[in-house]
C-alpha cells in the first residue's frame, strides 16, 4: 500500500518536471521493473545504454541462466493500439547491438540471450502484458 502511494507521489512529481511521455515513460519501466521482480526475474540493470550513447535497452535482467533484455512500452490508454506495434527495426537493431556487448561484456553465450517486451497500459489499475522471446535474434549476424 505505502509502495503504491509513494509510486503516485513520485508520478505526479515527474509530471511536473519532464513531458508527459518521459513522466508516463519512467512509470511504465517502474511497473514492469516490479512486476518482473514478481515473476522471479533478477533486474541487473536499469535504462542501460552503450559506450557510444546510440542504443539503450530498458531493463536487463537475468531469468535463470538467460540474460534477457527488456524493451517497455508504456501507454496511457489502448486508443492508439498495442503498445508493442511501436518497436520498429531501428529500436530491435538497438537492442541487438546493447545484448550483443551485454552478453560479450557478461561472457553469457548467444543462446542465452533474450528479448522480452513488457507492455504497460495505465489504467486504473495499470494492465501489464509481457511477451517472451518477442524479438527474433536470427538477424544478429547483420547487426
Known amino acids: 500500500m505505502i509502495g503504491k502511494i ?57 531469468d535463470g541462466d538467460d540474460l534477457v533484455i527488456v524493451e517497455v512500452k508504456t501507454r496511457e490508454h489502448a486508443g492508439f493500439g498495442p503498445p508493442e506495434r511501436a518497436i520498429g527495426e531501428e529500436k530491435r537493431l538497438h537492442l541487438l547491438r546493447v545484448a550483443r556487448a ?10 542465452h540471450v533474450r528479448f522480452d517486451v513488457v507492455t504497460v497500459i495505465l489504467a486504473t489499475p495499470p494492465q501489464i502484458s509481457h511477451f517472451r522471446d518477442a524479438l527474433s535474434k536470427n538477424k544478429a549476424a547483420t547487426v
Do not use: C, M, P
Open 6 to 62: 509513494l509510486d503516485a507521489l513520485r508520478h505526479v512529481r515527474r509530471r511536473n518536471l519532464w513531458t508527459s511521455n518521459a513522466a508516463n515513460g519512467r512509470r511504465g519501466e517502474d511497473l514492469a521493473h516490479r512486476f518482473l521482480k514478481r515473476q522471479g526475474f533478477v533486474i541487473i540493470a536499469r535504462n542501460y545504454r552503450l559506450a557510444s550513447g546510440d542504443a539503450e535497452a530498458d531493463l536487463i535482467a537475468r
Open 102 to 111: 551485454y552478453a560479450r561484456r557478461t561472457e553469457t553465450s548467444w543462446e
